[in-house]
């Protein structure tokens, strides 16, 4: 059974970092690209960084470029995406997703994670 559980959210004041973790198990993660996706209240899902299977590629949108970093540990079957600078438009429900190609669209992953809150606010 595949599984992917992201951990690391919470409340954090505007300007400061938060890291998520996004840890599988049941698949090889090295097999996948991995994707981080958000969702806030009333909007669409949306891509915030992709990775590809091997870490040697990675995309963002200009949203959170120059401030999220996505990073991969396949020896822990874990992608990690660090956070830097959030805003309060950066709050939503964080997820990671697995799939064979890494895309900013979230229709091209296979695997979903269940998702962690970000609450960014003073």
């Known amino acids: 059974q595949v599984q992917l559980v992201e951990s690391g959210g919470g409340l954090v004041q505007p300007g400061g970092s938060l890291r998520l973790s996004c840890a599988a198990s049941?698949?090889?993660?090295?097999?996948?690209?991995i994707g981080w996706f958000r969702q806030a209240p009333g909007k669409e899902r949306e891509g915030v960084s992709c990775?590809?299977?091997?870490?040697?590629?990675?995309n963002y949108p200009n949203s959170v470029k120059g401030r999220f970093t996505i990073s991969r540990d396949n020896a822990k079957n874990t992608v990690y995406l660090q956070m830097n600078s959030l805003k309060p438009e950066d709050t939503a429900v964080y997820y990671c997703?697995?799939?064979?190609?890494?895309?900013?669209?979230?229709?091209?992953?296979?695997?979903w994670g269940q998702g962690t809150q970000v609450t960014v606010s003073s």
């Open positions: 049941g698949l090889i993660l090295a097999n996948y690209a």
């Open positions: 997703a697995a799939g064979i190609r890494a895309s900013l669209n979230w229709a091209r992953y296979d695997y």
């Open positions: 990775i590809s299977s091997t870490g040697g590629s990675t």
